[in-house]
């Protein structure tokens, strides 16, 4: 699969994402097995001087689901099992960027790395990520 062909087949699920729509968390770029995502500053995501770590921590999550999506989609779609962050720097005024790597992947389970930084590529924070694996019989709603 080509890298076009990726981005064509995820941007507009990440496009049609209320979620990410209500954050402005916006797709850049993508390949095999790799995400690049930004969350747009907005004063109301401050807490009262800096970003809310929440607005973070879901730019995060959405890169490294993006990333694996890169790599399972249509057949699978993931879902994150658990998600660990370190806030380096306080995000005051400006958007965030984000890229997110999928390092391991086996047939149920995928582990990430994700690094958030500045316009200017100053390290905001790091996360890493465990997601699993969703065929549609398991990703179904009862």
Same mark, same amino acid.
């Given at each position: 699969?080509?890298?076009?062909? &990726?981005?064509?087949?995820?941007?507009?699920?990440?496009?049609?994402?209320?979620?990410?729509?209500?954050?402005?968390?916006?797709?850049? *770029?993508?390949?095999?097995?790799?995400?690049?995502?930004?969350?747009?500053?907005?004063?109301?995501?401050?807490?009262?001087?800096?970003?809310?770590?929440?607005? &973070?921590?879901?730019?995060?999550?959405?890169?490294?689901?993006?990333?694996?999506?890169?790599?399972?989609?249509?057949?699978?779609?993931?879902?994150?099992?658990?998600?660990? &962050?370190?806030?380096?720097?306080?995000?005051?005024?400006? *958007?965030?960027?984000?890229?997110?790597?999928?390092?391991?992947?086996?047939?149920?389970?995928?582990?990430?790395?994700? =690094?958030?930084?500045?316009?200017?590529?100053?390290?905001?924070?790091?996360? =890493?990520?465990?997601?699993?694996?969703?065929?549609?019989?398991?990703?179904?709603?009862?």
């Amino acid at each position: 699969m080509t890298k076009e062909s &990726i981005l064509e087949q995820i941007r507009p699920l990440s496009r049609k994402n209320p979620f990410l729509q209500f954050m402005g968390i916006e797709l850049l *770029d993508a390949d095999k097995g790799w995400a690049k995502m930004k969350i747009a500053f907005r004063p109301d995501f401050l807490q009262p001087f800096t970003v809310h770590g929440g607005a &973070i921590y879901s730019l995060a999550d959405a890169a490294a689901a993006h990333a694996l999506m890169t790599l399972i989609l249509p057949d699978q779609y993931p879902t994150t099992v658990e998600q660990r &962050i370190n806030f380096l720097k306080a995000v005051k005024d400006h *958007d965030i960027l984000c890229e997110a790597q999928i390092l391991n992947m086996g047939r149920t389970l995928a582990y990430a790395d994700v =690094t958030m930084t500045s316009p200017e590529g100053s390290l905001i924070a790091k996360s =890493t990520a465990t997601l699993m694996r969703l065929d549609r019989e398991r990703r179904s709603v009862n």
